[in-house]
């Protein structure tokens, strides 16, 4: 039987619950057992596919086409396993299934309540991946607050399995903030004790309390905490700010909180952690030997956690090429022809992002021909790529009016638009081209020296595609297709053969980067913009000299 931990939030929302679950997995997985994580979200939404970028950060992609919360991606970053849909629940998701069966009968004439329809729904889902047999320990995340109307249920339905699951089987780990008045040079435990108080009220106690704070925590502190939130000293964990969030497994082993957590499950006499290759992927990341700038051009550049998975991509390849990747954000709703040069000339790299309609297009449109023309490495992703085909066909291959019917209908020449079974759906939600596709690479091509595969495995999120009616003429132009779909004939990959790195994909590759496997395509990209760095500077250094003498 699986044991199951659930850990939750009080004090204030954006504390890092996602990063405490997934570093506790990382202790535990890393002294041998099966581990899974999953996020219950309280909102009403389906799934937050819908979900503008700005409200809620990027939308993670699994393997079997799930839309979910970005805390999945740092569970799969930090594990290096897949999840699944069975790892995101919102309560839209409940409230549907409860409604179906309602609506099927299968209530038999009943009432249907909170209590204890959906909170019986909430339990099935929670020890779900538990009833499998795969997992030694279910690690799950509750969205939200402590005392949101909305995470009521969720919290009422981790009472209720406390009380029915066998003692020794259920951990509630709380997290919470102490802050830290400067005026009065003090920390403050009291916000602690009320969001303790507040959660004990509902039939919950926690297990133990993980303190985020800034300065570090005195015994005497702990000792209060412990006393007045009913936990033992030792069970009172601090949580100081870390410099990266892949330190905070070590800082939680050095606070001990795997040991604490498997002894309130009843479960001794465990290996040590391995960790080792953890530390190494630290010490590549926080001794980098060199640094490149790489624009990132995007439209929600306001949000970072909108582009969440490609700037933890950067973080891993980086540290595979012993470089820090300084990314400069580049709206690209400020780039125009005037100012491309001065915006992008610093950089060692271009990275277009993905999105979603036509605000900030043409600037990225004038950011891809940049690249093109002035040799700096190019990196597509999705809408990035397909900005690179529009490109293409308008400068090179002189179709002025090239365009992707997403932001122009009446385009004459529909270079990317939409696929055939695309144009009868009505809704939008869950409806798009998700989850991991195969891909057929060209040998000699440099996604073939990227990959060194002919056939590799990718994660979708899009509703348009490259049009293939006119493929002939990219190729012959020099922007060929290194990756085609075997099923269906559409393009995964464009490059130009005739540039140091120019590569764009249909895919979004930085959804399977992880510490122990970095995407290929962004370790390749990166250690390109090295190269272009170097280069750069072998070519100044004369003239520096020149200029000396």
Request: glycine share 6%.
């Amino acid at each position: 039987m699986a044991k199951y931990i659930f850990v939750t939030g009080g004090v204030t929302s954006s504390l890092g619950k996602g990063i405490i679950a997934a570093s506790l997995a990382k202790l535990l997985q890393a002294r041998g057992f099966r581990v899974t994580i999953q996020k219950l979200d309280p909102y009403i939404n389906i799934d937050p596919g819908t979900l503008n970028p700005y409200e809620h950060g990027e939308c993670y992609v699994t393997e079997d086409g799930a839309e979910t919360d970005l805390d999945l991606g740092h569970y799969e970053r930090f594990l290096n396993i897949y999840t699944s849909q069975a790892n995101n629940v919102t309560t839209g998701r409940i409230y549907q299934t409860v409604i179906d069966k309602e609506r099927a009968g299968e209530f038999l004439g009943k009432t249907v309540q909170v209590v204890p329809h959906i909170t019986d729904e909430i339990k099935r889902r929670m020890v779900l991946l538990g009833n499998d047999g795969n997992y030694d320990i279910v690690i799950t995340e509750i969205g939200g607050t402590v005392g949101d109307i909305e995470s009521l249920p969720f919290i009422e339905a981790v009472r209720q399995l406390q009380w029915e699951l066998p003692e020794g089987d259920v951990c509630v780990i709380h997290l919470t903030l102490i802050p830290y008045l400067r005026a009065a040079k003090e920390l403050k435990t009291k916000p602690t004790q009320h969001s303790v108080k507040m959660l004990s009220e509902t039939g919950v106690h926690p297990d133990i309390i993980v303190c985020r704070t800034e300065e570090p925590l005195n015994n005497d502190l702990k000792k209060k905490i412990a006393l007045f939130c009913n936990v033992k000293p030792e069970a009172v964990i601090e949580a100081m700010d870390a410099s990266t969030i892949y330190e905070v497994p070590l800082t939680m082993l050095r606070e001990k909180l795997d040991i604490i957590t498997l002894k309130k499950l009843n479960t001794t006499l465990v290996p040590e952690a391995d960790l080792k290759n953890w530390k190494a992927f630290l010490d590549k990341l926080k001794y980098p030997k060199s640094k490149v700038n790489i624009g990132l051009i995007g439209k929600y550049m306001e949000l970072q956690d909108a582009y969440k998975s490609i700037l933890e991509s950067f973080i891993h390849a980086g540290a595979m090429n012993e470089v820090k990747v300084n990314v400069i954000d580049v709206h690209s709703e400020s780039l125009n022809k005037q100012n491309v040069k001065e915006k992008l000339e610093p950089l060692d790299g271009l990275l277009v992002a993905p999105g979603f309609g036509k605000r900030g297009i043409e600037g990225k449109i004038i950011a891809v021909q940049y690249a093109r023309e002035n040799n700096l490495p190019f990196f597509g992703i999705c809408l990035g790529m397909q900005m690179a085909a529009i490109e293409f066909a308008r400068n090179v291959l002189g179709i002025e009016k090239a365009h992707s019917t997403e932001m122009d209908l009446q385009t004459p020449d529909p270079v990317i638009d939409m696929m055939e079974e695309q144009k009868k759906i009505k809704k939008l939600g869950g409806t798009m081209r998700l989850g991991a596709y195969p891909c057929e690479i060209k040998p000699g091509t440099l996604a073939h020296r990227i990959y060194d595969k002919t056939l590799i495995s990718e994660r979708h999120r899009h509703r348009y595609e490259f049009n293939n009616k006119y493929l002939d003429q990219f190729e012959k132009n020099g922007m060929i297709a290194s990756g085609i779909n075997p099923d269906t004939n559409l393009v995964e990959i464009l490059e130009v053969k005739d540039h140091p790195f120019f590569i764009g994909v249909q895919y979004h590759p930085e959804l399977k980067s992880t510490v122990e496997k970095p995407a290929p395509l962004f370790v390749e990209f990166v250690a390109a913009a090295k190269n272009y760095n170097e280069m750069r500077s072998e070519i100044k250094n004369p003239l520096l000299q020149s200029e000396m003498i």
